[in-house]
């Protein structure tokens, strides 16, 4: 080993050669030789976050006095780089890592130190001039930072998964009015039940995403909330009084987001439900995406031997084997990313449940979940739209024809012919194909005129028909 290529750093567990050329450190070096877990070192927004976070510390504590005005500047633009984006290989921590996050922290003090002392002359890995711990960790803990970290990767990240939840509710709602004037056979445990409209689907699609996406905003309404400045379990220790009243505001000046620390630091520090409730959320909405998919992949069955009432943009050859048969792959991605974001929600109740006493080690894991289920969602949902939703197409006829051979007209009878009548009219058109139409008329149930307004499809398809027609 060419030592000229190496420095060498020491901790509290002994010494190690770090690459000369390397912004991180010993502690960095580390957690890497310990944590090869998933492959994937922690977030580019979690490592943004974390940038944005030392700056925020640093203005609070030059302010309060603690920290000179030369570091502070250096350490300050250390954090501009890494939030432009500069410096993210150097973050080399995988992302579940235990220590409940010290490893992230630690890889982003080192960077920050490192950079920071190259900024004012020195060379790297000379924490006189700047120490990752006795000045880029001042006044803080891992125990605040990266919870704080988190929770402001997860709003950069729900950013855009809201605008394309926008841009699916509006799809949606195209499609309702596209196919508003459409009648088909509405369906219960997938038998026929009454006539609706095809639009009438898509527009409970479109309440189910709009309903979805205002239950995933109040969730996100607690992740504003950080407990910055409880330092290691809630009681501020090490943490003055300027820096405790004054670094939550300046965390939401150097963001342009509105952030609140919490009313209780320790409650803040060992409880982490709010993440239960995001994750919740998610789900939630990962079973209104699997459910329309669902409902998207049975309508387009067949073509010829199934429902076959929308088609399904054709986006790629179904099979290796039978020539020309094209497969419903867009709603089948999006359901298998529904399963994945269960099975995150899983982890993330476990891990929720499994802090101790003043905190929960296992945020790491959690945010691998979050950030993982919401990015997932958001992808998702972009394939969904481009390559399914904006391309459906509706086959008119056969929604008219399945409608014009079912009995569902009958329950729009009982009000007038009684239950009894309209199931054995049911049940005779069923067995003799003669219309139930017809058969009313000829038992003399009806007059003709009445019988025209109370089976009128379009009519029956309205909330207000009933009582109409009393």
Same mark, same amino acid.
């Given at each position: 080993m060419?030592?000229?290529?190496?420095r060498e750093?020491a901790?509290?567990i002994?010494?190690?050669?770090v690459?000369?050329?390397?912004y991180y450190g010993?502690?960095s070096l580390?957690a890497k030789?310990?944590f090869?877990i998933?492959g994937?070192?922690i977030h580019?927004?979690l490592i943004?976050?974390?940038?944005?976070?030392?700056?925020?510390c640093?203005?609070?504590?030059?302010a309060s006095g603690r920290?000179?005005?030369?570091i502070?500047?250096?350490? %300050?633009?250390a954090?501009?780089e890494?939030?432009?984006? @500069?410096?993210?290989?150097?973050?080399?921590?995988?992302?579940?890592q235990?220590?409940a996050?010290?490893?992230a922290?630690?890889?982003?003090?080192e960077?920050i130190?490192?950079?920071?002392i190259?900024?004012l002359?020195?060379?790297?890995g000379d924490?006189?001039?700047v120490?990752?711990?006795?000045?880029?960790n001042?006044?803080?803990?891992?125990?605040?930072?990266?919870p704080?970290a988190?929770k402001?990767? &997860?709003?950069?990240?729900?950013?855009?998964l809201?605008?394309e939840?926008d841009?699916?509710y509006?799809?949606?709602?195209?499609?309702?009015k596209?196919f508003?004037?459409?009648?088909?056979?509405?369906?219960?445990?997938?038998?026929d039940?009454?006539p609706m409209?095809?639009?009438q689907?898509?527009?409970a699609?479109?309440?189910?995403? @709009?309903r979805d996406?205002?239950n995933?905003?109040?969730?996100?309404?607690?992740?504003?909330?950080l407990n910055?400045g409880?330092?290691a379990?809630g009681?501020a220790?090490?943490?003055d009084?300027?820096?405790?009243?004054n670094?939550?505001?300046t965390?939401s000046?150097?963001?342009g987001?509105?952030y609140?620390?919490v009313?209780?630091l320790f409650?803040?520090t060992?409880n982490?439900e709010v993440?239960?409730?995001?994750?919740g959320?998610?789900?939630t909405?990962? %079973?209104?995406l699997?459910?329309?998919c669902?409902?998207?992949?049975l309508m387009s069955s067949?073509p010829?031997?199934?429902l076959?009432?929308?088609?399904?943009?054709?986006?790629?050859n179904?099979?290796?084997?039978?020539?020309g048969?094209?497969?419903p792959v867009?709603?089948?991605?999006?359901?298998?990313?529904?399963?994945?974001?269960f099975g995150?929600?899983?982890?993330?109740n476990?891990?929720?449940e499994?802090?101790?006493?003043e &905190?929960n080690?296992?945020e790491p894991?959690?945010?691998?979940s979050?950030?993982?289920s919401?990015?997932c969602?958001?992808?998702?949902i972009i394939t969904l739209?481009?390559n399914c939703?904006d391309?459906?197409?509706?086959n008119?006829?056969r929604?008219?024809?399945l409608l014009e051979?079912s009995?569902g007209?009958?329950?729009a009878l009982?009000?007038f012919?009684g239950?009894?009548?309209?199931a054995?009219?049911?049940?005779?058109a069923l067995?003799?194909?003669?219309?139930?139409?017809?058969?009313v008329?000829?038992?003399g149930?009806?007059d003709k005129?009445k019988?025209?307004?109370?089976?009128?499809?379009?009519e029956?398809?309205?909330?207000?028909h009933?009582?109409?027609?009393?």
């Amino acid at each position: 080993m060419d030592n000229l290529a190496f420095r060498e750093e020491a901790d509290s567990i002994g010494n190690l050669l770090v690459p000369v050329e390397a912004y991180y450190g010993i502690q960095s070096l580390r957690a890497k030789q310990n944590f090869n877990i998933t492959g994937k070192t922690i977030h580019k927004e979690l490592i943004i976050a974390l940038a944005k976070l030392k700056k925020s510390c640093a203005l609070t504590n030059n302010a309060s006095g603690r920290m000179s005005s030369e570091i502070t500047d250096a350490i %300050v633009k250390a954090c501009d780089e890494i939030i432009e984006g @500069k410096w993210q290989n150097e973050f080399i921590v995988d992302a579940i890592q235990g220590g409940a996050g010290t490893s992230a922290n630690m890889n982003a003090n080192e960077v920050i130190a490192n950079r920071a002392i190259e900024l004012l002359g020195g060379k790297k890995g000379d924490y006189k001039i700047v120490h990752p711990n006795d000045h880029v960790n001042m006044s803080q803990s891992t125990n605040d930072i990266y919870p704080s970290a988190g929770k402001l990767a &997860l709003v950069s990240l729900l950013k855009p998964l809201y605008k394309e939840l926008d841009r699916l509710y509006q799809s949606l709602m195209n499609k309702a009015k596209e196919f508003d004037g459409i009648l088909k056979m509405g369906r219960t445990q997938l038998q026929d039940a009454v006539p609706m409209r095809l639009g009438q689907s898509f527009h409970a699609f479109a309440t189910a995403i @709009k309903r979805d996406t205002l239950n995933l905003g109040r969730a996100e309404e607690d992740i504003h909330n950080l407990n910055m400045g409880a330092s290691a379990i809630g009681s501020a220790i090490t943490v003055d009084g300027y820096y405790l009243d004054n670094i939550v505001s300046t965390i939401s000046e150097v963001c342009g987001e509105k952030y609140e620390q919490v009313d209780d630091l320790f409650d803040g520090t060992s409880n982490i439900e709010v993440y239960v409730k995001l994750s919740g959320a998610l789900k939630t909405l990962a %079973v209104t995406l699997s459910k329309m998919c669902n409902d998207l992949r049975l309508m387009s069955s067949g073509p010829k031997t199934g429902l076959n009432e929308i088609n399904l943009p054709a986006r790629q050859n179904g099979s290796s084997i039978m020539p020309g048969k094209v497969n419903p792959v867009i709603p089948e991605v999006v359901s298998q990313v529904a399963y994945k974001v269960f099975g995150n929600d899983v982890t993330v109740n476990f891990s929720a449940e499994a802090g101790q006493l003043e &905190l929960n080690a296992f945020e790491p894991v959690i945010f691998y979940s979050l950030f993982e289920s919401i990015e997932c969602l958001k992808n998702a949902i972009i394939t969904l739209i481009d390559n399914c939703i904006d391309g459906i197409t509706a086959n008119p006829n056969r929604c008219n024809d399945l409608l014009e051979h079912s009995v569902g007209m009958a329950t729009a009878l009982t009000p007038f012919i009684g239950y009894i009548e309209a199931a054995k009219l049911a049940k005779e058109a069923l067995k003799t194909g003669v219309p139930l139409r017809q058969l009313v008329l000829e038992r003399g149930l009806m007059d003709k005129e009445k019988l025209e307004e109370v089976m009128s499809p379009f009519e029956v398809t309205e909330p207000h028909h009933f009582k109409k027609n009393i």
